[in-house]
């Protein structure tokens, strides 16, 4: 089955305590993008990835950082999460811009 | 700069009223428009999109959605709905510009029998 899986669905951690969320696509997508999505402010990208070792900020990148390093795989992290970065966070992929992108279920962090 | 408004944050219809969902947006270069649906706890699904050609884009569930250059809008519509299209809509917009995709504010359908 075609699809973008995000691991875990649910993590509740502490401020300070580095995290990694994984993403991984079945697709063979060229692109790759997380956003965070926070009531009243719909979703904000995060970072994004048009290919392979080629990421690129999008409007709310400060306190991530991401990877490409295989084209299935993009993981976000956290080195040091802080509690506005609680929030529900979906990766997404898509093969060109026609296609429009395919999301995952999401993650839901919260940082306590 | 690329920018989406969704006029309404929440929508309540009666199950078999028609229903419109107001989506503006903003570009100085050529975009292309999307409408996406997340039900409670899951994910967003792609209900339809605008690339070019033909103005009115028919998408999933009986949802259709006509593109307006002069308007700058792209509203979604359904002639009648049911319980089950309760959910959060959001449109999106796609420049060329390394998947960069910006959404809208997102609009809550509640469908009330």
């Known amino acids: 089955e075609a699809q973008v899986t995000q691991n875990p669905r649910y993590l509740i951690t502490v401020t300070g305590k580095k995290l990694t969320v994984t993403c991984s696509q079945n697709?063979?997508?060229?692109?790759m993008s997380w956003y965070r999505q926070d009531p009243g402010l719909g979703l904000r990208q995060i970072y994004y990835?048009?290919?392979?070792?080629?990421?690129d900020k999008g409007d709310v990148p400060e306190g991530y950082k991401v990877s490409r390093k295989e084209k299935r795989n993009f993981p976000l992290i956290l080195e040091s999460p802080s509690p506005n970065q609680t929030s529900l966070y979906f990766c997404?992929?898509?093969?060109?811009?026609?296609?429009?992108?395919?999301f995952g279920s999401g993650t839901r962090l919260t940082v306590v | 700069a690329q920018s989406v408004t969704q006029l309404d944050s929440q929508v309540p219809v009666f199950e078999e009223a028609p229903v419109e969902l107001r989506c503006n947006y903003s570009?100085?270069?050529?975009?292309?428009l999307f409408w996406y649906v997340q039900y409670p706890n899951q994910g967003l699904q792609l209900l339809l999109k605008?690339?070019?050609?033909?103005?009115l884009v028919k998408g999933i569930n009986g949802f259709e959605a006509e593109f307006n250059k002069s308007q700058t809008s792209f509203h979604l519509r359904k002639p009648s709905v049911h319980i089950s299209d309760t959910a959060e809509y959001f449109c999106?917009?796609?420049?060329?510009?390394?998947?960069?995709?910006?959404f809208g504010q997102g609009t809550e359908l509640s469908v009330k029998p």
């Open positions: 990835s048009m290919n392979v070792e080629v990421t």
């Open positions: 697709m063979n997508h060229e692109y």
């Open positions: 997404a992929s898509s093969f060109d811009s026609n296609y429009g992108y395919t």
């Open positions: 999106a917009l796609f420049y060329n510009q390394g998947g960069k995709l910006i």
């Open positions: 605008y690339l070019s050609g033909s103005t």
């Open positions: 570009s100085s270069v050529s975009v292309y």
